[in-house]
């Protein structure tokens, strides 16, 4: 089993920044790439950052690009979002995401989901 813990979100003033952390944990074998999604009230979930493990890329939502910053310790398994110069806009549930493989199946690659941290972005 696969457990992913997500920590950082907060009530933040607009223009502020927070910082979301994402640790996985149990019976990983490797990790692939790990991401952030999030889902305001009312709307469809989307895609915030991802990184890779190998080429460590990394990919941006446009509405994000300039303001978040991704980043991962491979040895805590951790992904990190970085939210600077937050917005009314960036208001929703964040979603941690991670592509891995398990000891118990090695060959393909798992999708993994967090429970969700709120950020509100309000005066």
């Known amino acids: 089993q696969v457990q992913l813990v997500e920590s950082g979100g907060d009530l933040v003033q607009p223009g502020g920044s927070l910082r979301l952390s994402c640790a996985a944990s149990g019976s990983i074998l490797g990790i692939y790439a790990m991401g952030w999604y999030r889902q305001a009230p009312g709307k469809q979930r989307e895609f915030v950052a991802n990184?890779?493990?190998?080429?460590?890329?990394?990919n941006y939502a446009d509405s994000v690009k300039g303001r978040f910053t991704i980043s991962r310790d491979d040895g805590k398994k951790t992904v990190y979002l970085q939210m600077n110069s937050l917005k009314p806009e960036d208001t929703a549930v964040y979603y941690c995401?991670?592509?891995?493989?398990?000891?118990?199946?090695?060959?393909?690659?798992?999708?993994?989901w967090g429970q969700g941290t709120q950020v509100t972005v309000s005066s």
């Open positions: 995401k991670t592509d891995l493989r398990t000891y118990e199946n090695r060959l393909r690659l798992s999708t993994y």
């Open positions: 990184i890779t493990t190998t080429s460590r890329s990394t």
